[in-house]
């Protein structure tokens, strides 16, 4: 097969691509920098269609589709609340989904979620026909095999990746042309409580190990710490910017990986237009669905994998909280649970929760007697190993209830370590001093 070099004179307006989803679809919307931004205002500008579900992970550059004045029309489900719909979740506007991101693309394979329509964005096709899912693979892989009808943002800036990621063109009922550049992902500089944790967990890298990390200060600096580091290996659901140097600087070579040896496998990443540019017709980088890259049977054949995720607070029993501040959704569950239980699984595998000692500016612990009333257990305290603060690195693995306090308080911030002390008194009747 080979593209026509007139293709994209069947392009249409975003409106028009819009005007190609019913009232009362099922619809799949890419996410994060792959957020087909020009169809999703138009949609939500239209006053015709009614009795629409939006299911997503966290998208990018557009809150139109969560807009007080569009709720009667288009209802979001977030897999991952971002940013952009947090209000509309609290507010009731819109819906969360807690899943394993492991187990969203089964929903649209298996018909749990029928889906009429993938929206995407995808990049312009190669000669021989084939566009890319770019930037985000995740559950878009699925929804594109899945969905009834494909709709497109075809952008002549999105990368053409590597992996699971080609989409026909022969495959998209309507799309509309654009040019313009990716939302990009900007970070702040670390800081000092950041660096901190970044070099404490990087002294648990071993030389050898496949690397999983998020977005985030924490992990850039986690990753800047790695320069020393020998024959690592990266198999993740997403990573941004700060993986390169490592990769260029031939830390990161995937050698030593029994799953995808010599290649860094993801399902999408987020930041830069350098990064961008560096997915870009990468071989060395491959994109997956997310139902193969937070798969915890096939992640844990690699050898040391430490997998390195967050949290919003961690109780003293070890229950970590990472998708809500009490009853108010934040994130989602995400791929920590896929990733810290393969790392335990792993032969010499290292699972790790890193966060600071307190948020708020200093006014809130973040290790708590107990957890905030309605927050979300993310990891329970079966599964949670390592746990790292500015104030050190804890391993809760075959530790007590009791053990377990005195090492979380160990690594709390100084100013709240006698009133943890009291409160677990009350709470377990264990006077630790």
Not at 362 to 380: D, F, H, N, Q, W
Not at 400 to 412: G, V
Not at 416 to 431: C, I, K, P, Q, T
Request: hydrophobic share 45%; with cysteine; aromatic share 6%.
């Amino acid at each position: 097969m080979s593209v026509d070099p007139a293709w994209s004179t069947y392009g249409i307006s975003a409106a028009e691509v819009a005007a190609r989803i019913p009232s009362g679809s099922r619809v799949f919307l890419h996410g994060a920098a792959a957020t087909p931004i020009p169809v999703i205002d138009a949609l939500a500008a239209r006053t015709d269609v009614e009795g629409v579900r939006l299911y997503h992970l966290h998208t990018a550059g557009t809150a139109s589709f969560v807009a007080p004045e569009v709720a009667a029309r288009l209802r979001s489900i977030s897999f991952f609340v971002g940013p952009h719909v947090r209000a509309a979740v609290a507010e009731g506007r819109a819906d969360f989904m807690p899943l394993f991101l492991s187990d969203i693309p089964g929903l649209f394979t298996t018909g749990a979620i029928p889906l009429d329509v993938a929206l995407v964005q995808l990049s312009p096709p190669d000669r021989h026909g084939f566009c890319s899912l770019g930037t985000s693979v995740d559950a878009a892989r699925a929804a594109v095999d899945s969905a009834r009808v494909v709709l497109a943002e075809i952008n002549e800036r999105m990368p053409h990746t590597h992996g699971n990621s080609v989409v026909p063109l022969a495959r998209i009922d309507a799309f509309v042309h654009t040019d313009r550049p990716l939302p990009a992902a900007s970070l702040s500089a670390p800081s000092a409580v950041e660096l901190r944790i970044g070099e404490l967990v990087s002294e648990l890298v071993d030389d050898g190990a496949t690397l999983q990390m998020g977005i985030g200060a924490i992990p850039d600096a986690v990753l800047a710490r790695l320069a020393d580091h020998h024959e690592l290996g990266v198999h993740t659901e997403m990573f941004s910017d700060g993986l390169i140097a490592l990769i260029q600087g031939g830390v990161v070579t995937n050698r030593k990986k029994a799953v995808h040896p010599g290649r860094t496998v993801t399902s999408f990443v987020n930041g830069s237009q350098r990064l961008y540019d560096f997915v870009d017709h990468n071989p060395t980088v491959e994109f997956h669905g997310c139902d193969r890259t937070n798969d915890t049977a096939l992640i844990r054949k690699n050898d040391k994998v430490t997998a390195i995720n967050s949290a919003l607070e961690v109780d003293l029993s070890g229950q970590v909280c990472a998708d809500s501040i009490g009853h108010a959704i934040f994130s989602g569950i995400g791929g920590q649970m896929d990733f810290l239980r393969a790392a335990a699984l792993s032969r010499g595998g290292k699972p790790i929760v890193a966060l600071p000692s307190t948020a708020a500016g200093g006014k809130i612990s973040r290790i708590t007697a107990e957890l905030k009333a309605g927050a979300g257990v993310v990891t329970t305290r079966g599964h949670v190993h390592w746990v790292v603060t500015e104030y050190g690195a804890r391993n809760l693995h075959g530790l007590t209830l009791r053990e377990r306090a005195e090492a979380l308080i160990s690594i709390a911030h100084p100013d709240v370590r006698g009133e943890l002390r009291r409160s677990l008194d009350d709470l377990r009747h264990y006077d630790l001093g």
